[in-house]
């Protein structure tokens, strides 16, 4: 089937709910995609951080191919030894004692928002969650209730009991946790959909120390910078911190769908059985995968890697940058999850545009934010080719 075929069968099947790049994808490797007419292009949006490990990782196959034979879906009534023995993989290298296991990001909030109001329940009848005004935790109606309001619209009216607060201000926080009735507070330690934006200097600790002091859970949501995407298994490593529950999914379960909740036992001795479930979550096939996902991670040193990457690509971003301060603000990230911020959304998205014809995928985001998302295992030669082709985008859209 040809890209021009697909593209007319998506647009007379499917639901008109995105705005789609011209492009049919059909096969990848590694760092690399190719569309259906057999053009190849370098793959720096990864599933918008999902194949962390790039695309058919040899591991990520064999889990998968050799789990399909076996058992795909039993059901959460059984045991699931694959699900068991990934909860512990996951315990084992993190703050938490407990896991529960989904399909999404945005299931993996609502199961986090429905652990604060069970605990919530239980210490007071707290149940008012706080939330940054330009957050991204989902599109089902509790996540999106704490996202963004430009997410919101034709939705309302929303769940009740949500406080938002500007991200960054300590100050803002401290206001909203005058309130009794809050129970948690919910933040990405970066926020990827708002345009890779950092914290301030200590500001998620000073956010932990005030949840502490008044009693009060963190919730942190890192289901586009868990699993490696940062230099560390998980961003809140990076700020010296521990939540009391974290979401995840996206590159948890290494493409197959996967989302998760983790929380201290705590918290998590407030779920008890028929309080929350699901159907297909923690199945075989996605716990296999995502076995293979973190065993790779942790056994080809992908963290130093990411680092080290993400260092790399930035310093020389930085040198393209300078010749385009009339157009660019900054460039900045934490590893592997980086933006640039362009000061015009037109010349952001006419970049972005050219990259994509020059074969470099990557995503606009907050409208004039380049977002790139490469592989953990990305090689030097396929950055320094993402820097060529962005270098030359950006000087045929000046001279246009």
Known sequence: MSTKQAISNTNEYIMNTYGRYPIAMVRGKGSWVWDADGKKYLDFVTGIAVNNLGHCHPKITKAIREQSKQ???PCNLFHIEQQGEFAKMLVENSFADKVFFCNSGAEANEGAIKLARAWGYNNGGKYKIVHAKDSFHGRTMGAL??????YQNSFKPLVPGFKPIT????????????????????????????GVVLPPDNYLKKV????????VLLILDEIQVGMGRTGKLFAYENYG???DIMTLSKALGGGIPCGAFLAANK??????????????????????????????????????????SGQYFLENLQKILEENKKHIKEARGKGLIIGIEF?????????????????LLTILTAQKVMRILPPLNVKQKEIDQALKITAEALKEVKDA
Do not use: W
């Open 71 to 73: 058992l795909v879906q």
């Open 208 to 215: 932990r120390a005030l949840c502490t002091k008044k009693k």
């Open 241 to 243: 911190i521990k939540p």
């Open 267 to 308: 918290v998590a001795k407030h779920l008890s059985p028929g309080m929350h479930g699901t159907t297909l979550g923690g199945n075989p096939l996605a716990m296999s995968s995502g076995k293979a996902v973190l065993d790779t991670i942790m056994e080809e040193g992908l963290l130093d890697g990411a680092t080290d």
């Open 343 to 359: 000061k015009d959304k037109e010349f952001a998205k006419a970049v972005v545009n050219k990259c994509i014809e020059k074969g």
């Open 167 to 194: 991200y960054g201000r300590i100050e803002a926080l401290e206001k909203a946790l005058e309130d009794e009735k809050v129970c948690a507070v919910i933040l990405e330690p970066i926020q990827g959909e708002n």
């Open 145 to 150: 209730s704490a996202t963004s309001k430009n």
